[in-house]
């Protein structure tokens, strides 16, 4: 393989690039049509979707044996039963099916991305990674003019109909771009923990500038902490006598046992006394209140619809149904409350579904010895009754995550050819 290639930057790669833009929202430079807008908002990812269909047609050939094909392949098969179940019992606009039916559907970029990853994730990496940064910097730049002028420089007045942009404490909030900046942290995380030099303070900066935007523009303590957990485990793997084998088995086991306790109530308890740890003040907080609410009624949702759950489907605030989904007050959200939220809407058989999920990928930590793997698993453990993947707005990191897991798992198996696995990082 010669040098002059390795700089080469394919069609698959651009698109992915691409894909990456959206995800940061380009930057929050551009102002777009309404339309366009409308078509990669937070959970809306019906763009996101089309380029999928691009990819998989163009680099979706490939070993049809991946080891989470399974995965992808009956979580679509289930949300396709609860769309269809929704349109026969609820009878609602077909549009309020459709966009989070086509976001899950974003899961087969899984197929084209494992194929690009062959080759090219050493560069998908460092793009990532550029692009983060960059994102960081602006945003940071926004915050703090924002809190000196009073001023917003961003393209990011249409968020306000969205709850993506909020003004807490006299600080402007911008949590958009959460999802994939969590994802370049735990990736640079990853790689600073490895044996090679080289980059560290490349992916150093990263992670700082990350928890900047988590603490001071996203401001959601949860992703902070959730990070900072992930780094201390990557501290005691690397430094600790311990076997991989047991830490991933107290990780794993840590999912279980919070699974349980979420089922049983016992989560209003624990929400009550870390509450002030993770989001502030109990006093005047409405977040607060809204997650201890969501708790109990879609708890009671779970009891009632064990099987299929309320459905894919998002009414309007107009639709004679948005209360069904949001409660009482309208101000209930199956993501706030993580996997019970999941459940709620998809019933009971997504929660075994993940639980297989987890072993699975715990099994694949294991095998590979990757950190990037080690630390996107612990991630997704840790905010599973918070931040669980299984949401629309986060529908695109499981994605990823579950095709680095594959390009990982080949390479530590031998399964990519020499001139693959050369790249691969």
């Known amino acids: ?11 698959a790669v651009l698109i992915v690039m691409f894909i990456f833009m959206i995800e940061y929202r380009f930057f929050y430079l551009i102002r777009f049509p309404d339309f366009f807008q409308k078509l990669f908002t937070y959970q809306n990812k019906t763009l996101l979707f089309l380029i999928t ?12 044996k991946l080891q989470l094909s399974k995965y992808i392949v009956s979580l679509l098969i289930w949300i396709s039963i609860s769309a269809i179940y929704c349109i026969i019992v609820y009878k609602p606009h077909l549009n309020e099916v459709l966009v989070p039916f086509t976001a ?29 940064i960059m994102a960081c910097i602006i945003l940071l730049m926004q915050f703090v003019v924002y ?12 968020f306000y109909k969205t709850n993506m942009l909020t003004i807490r404490d006299g600080n402007v909030r911008i949590i958009y771009s959460s999802t994939i900046v969590s994802l370049s942290a735990l990736i640079s995380m990853g790689k600073i923990f490895d044996e090679e030099k080289r980059n560290k303070l490349f992916h150093w900066t990263n992670l700082l500038l990350s928890l900047l935007y988590f603490y001071l523009v996203s401001q959601t303590r949860m992703y902070v902490i959730s990070l900072l957990i992930v780094f201390v485990l990557l501290f005691i793997r690397k430094n600790s006598k311990l076997q991989l084998s047991k830490i991933i088995s107290f990780i794993f086991g840590i999912s279980i046992i919070s699974i349980f306790f979420s089922l049983f109530g016992f989560f209003d308890y624990v929400f009550n006394l870390i509450n002030p740890l993770l989001y502030g003040t109990y006093q005047n907080d409405g977040s607060y209140y809204a997650r201890l609410d969501g708790i109990q009624y879609y708890l009671n949702v779970i009891k009632e619809k064990t099987v299929l759950g309320l459905g894919m489907f998002d009414p309007d605030r107009t639709s004679i149904f948005y209360n069904l989904v949001h409660g ?34 715990g099994a694949i930590v294991l095998n590979v010895k990757e950190n990037v793997v080690f630390s996107l698993y612990s991630f997704i453990v840790l905010t599973t009754i918070t931040l669980v993947v299984l949401d ?34």
């Not at 993501?335 to 929660?351: H, N, R």
Request: aromatic share 14%; with cysteine.
């Open 392 to 425: 629309p707005q986060r529908i695109f990191f499981l994605t990823f995550s579950m095709a680095i897991f594959e390009a990982c798992l080949e390479k530590a198996t031998g399964q990519c050819d020499s001139e693959s696995s050369e790249l691969i990082y």
């Open 53 to 64: 269909i691009v990819l998989c047609i163009l680099w979706g050939k490939g070993r049809v």
């Open 147 to 158: 809190k000196e002028t009073g001023k917003l420089f961003l393209s990011v007045y249409e």
């Open 1 to 11: 393989m010669n040098t002059s290639s390795r700089g080469k930057i394919s069609l």
């Open 328 to 361: 009482n007050t309208g101000k209930l959200f199956y993501t706030d409350i993580g996997i019970l939220g999941s459940m709620a809407k998809l019933g009971a058989p997504v929660l075994i579904w993940y639980i297989f999920l987890l072993r699975k990928l």
């Open 104 to 132: 899950y559907f974003s899961l087969l970029l899984y197929y084209p991305l494992v194929n690009i990853m062959r080759r090219d994730l050493g560069k998908l990496i460092v793009i990532l990674t550029w692009f983060n």
